[in-house]
């Protein structure tokens, strides 16, 4: 492959993952953490751009995502999948791009409620960039994201330049465990769900520009995830310290995107008003549009529907369901989200831990079904529906409950047996022959 085709890949990969999320979450993190910025940020990364990235590496070395689910039975993975593209897709994921793009982007400009319009011309452009799933490197990877990068690096060079306020002393939180909050806020991102769904738009895009052979792919796949994490890990930081440093404009700002919204309206006056907008409804419109390919391709490739049609679908459900607003999307389909994102590591860490040729059946199920519970327990946690006196038992008896990763552990102890009984099979017919 080209290095200018492997670098678009990587950009394309980037401004997929970079919906309004990843920019007005890490304002709120450096706003809060102050002098601890740093440390809090390293264990915001691992997890933010570390698991993403590794869940990209995986994949590469599958070759085709579809494998992730292999060894389960054929019901039990497409229903995986569907649910899966069903909850990032038209259920949550694009819906939320499209209403944060409209919150954020179009609406301080507005004496009137517009959400309608705006969300059925931004549909209709993201149908017609999907429209065309072999020029998305063309149309994402060598327009979009290098405009977008462009953007956020005026941003954060004013910040560098002319602060507008120094780090303040870290909130409660982040004073005696930065890392580990910084870990949490970064898993809480699930970005890794995301990976496993934009996995068929990569590799696709990998094939597409002739590599298809297993070894070529996974070597791909690696720099794409390299390019990815770098552009990445220098968008978070410099988000963060965005937010770190606009004590002055935004100590009482109760979110990211208030905070974003002050520091810009303080570095640039109103042309940084218009500066945002466009950040935004840039990096939410590469979102849906790698969503919509995601779909689609999937139910393309699994169910032979046409892709025109599929994506149509998608993106005409994600237009009705963005009016009925942010508040009521998160609802609804945050508790699927949460369930689903730790039944997605739990594949990619089978997959990466496991020799495909070798690994039973049994092994994926008693995975999936230890972070399906598990990981339920973890949403009704976040979500405030465990009663404190069982939330104290569980604390107890489950590590990394407190830090909505219980399911952690038991999975990667099944995975971590079961390989080392392949080893030692593997030594004593060795041994034997």
């Known amino acids: 492959m080209k290095k200018h085709d492997l670098l678009a890949i990587g950009f394309m990969t980037f401004a997929l993952f970079l919906g309004a ?14 002098t601890n910025l740093f440390p809090a940020m390293g264990g915001f990364l691992i997890t933010a751009v570390g698991l993403p990235a590794f869940t990209l590496v995986v994949l590469g070395r599958i070759s085709t995502t579809q494998n992730l689910t292999q060894p389960l039975p054929s019901w039990l993975a497409r229903t995986f999948w569907v649910a899966l593209f069903t909850a990032i897709g038209p259920a949550f994921g694009m819906p939320r791009a499209v209403t944060v793009a409209y919150e954020m982007g179009l609406k301080p400009f507005l004496d009137s409620d517009q959400l309608l319009l705006f969300s059925v011309v931004f549909c209709g452009l993201t149908l017609a960039l999907a429209f ?5 490197v063309d149309y994402i990877g060598k327009v979009m994201t290098p405009l977008l990068i462009l953007m956020l690096l005026s941003l954060a060079l004013a910040a560098i330049i002319s ?6 002393a870290p909130s409660a939180d982040y004073q005696q465990n930065a890392v580990t909050h910084g870990l949490i806020q970064g898993y809480m991102t699930m970005d890794a769900i995301a990976a496993v769904g934009f996995g068929w738009v990569i590799i696709q895009a990998i094939n597409g520009k002739g590599v298809t052979e297993p070894k070529a792919v996974a070597n791909t796949a690696f720099k794409v995830a390299v390019i990815y994490a770098v552009l990445m890990a220098g968008c978070y930081l410099a988000m963060g310290y965005v937010g770190a440093t606009s004590t002055t404009v935004a100590a009482n700002a109760t979110n990211g995107g208030e905070i974003l919204t002050r520091y810009v309206a303080g570095e640039f006056g109103i042309y940084g008003q218009w500066l945002l907008a466009a950040i935004i409804v840039m990096a939410c419109l590469t979102t849906t549009v ?5 779909c689609a391709e999937y139910y393309k490739q699994t169910f032979n529907a046409p892709f025109s049609l599929t994506a149509s679908i998608v993106v005409v459900l994600t237009c009705i369901i963005a009016n009925f607003g942010l508040e009521q999307i998160l609802a609804v389909s945050l508790p699927a989200i949460l369930v ?15 020799p495909s040729k070798k690994v039973s059946a049994w092994v994926y199920n008693t995975s999936l079904l230890t972070a399906l519970i598990l990981g339920g327990l973890d949403a009704l946690n976040i979500l405030g529906q465990i009663p404190e006196s069982l939330g104290t038992t569980l604390v107890r008896m489950l590590p990394l409950y407190s830090a909505h990763a219980s399911w952690l552990l038991p999975c990667l102890l099944i995975l971590t047996l079961n390989r080392l009984q392949v080893i030692s099979k593997t030594v004593m017919t060795k041994a034997t022959e």
């Open 21 to 34: 999320g990843n920019l007005i979450f890490p304002p709120s993190l450096g706003l809060e953490a102050g």
């Open 132 to 136: 065309r799933p072999g020029r998305l």
């Open 163 to 168: 602060p507008l306020g120094l780090p303040q």
């Open 290 to 294: 790698g969503l919509t390919n995601a």
């Open 340 to 354: 689903i994102c730790p039944v997605a590591i739990a594949l990619v860490l089978a997959a990466f831990v496991l």
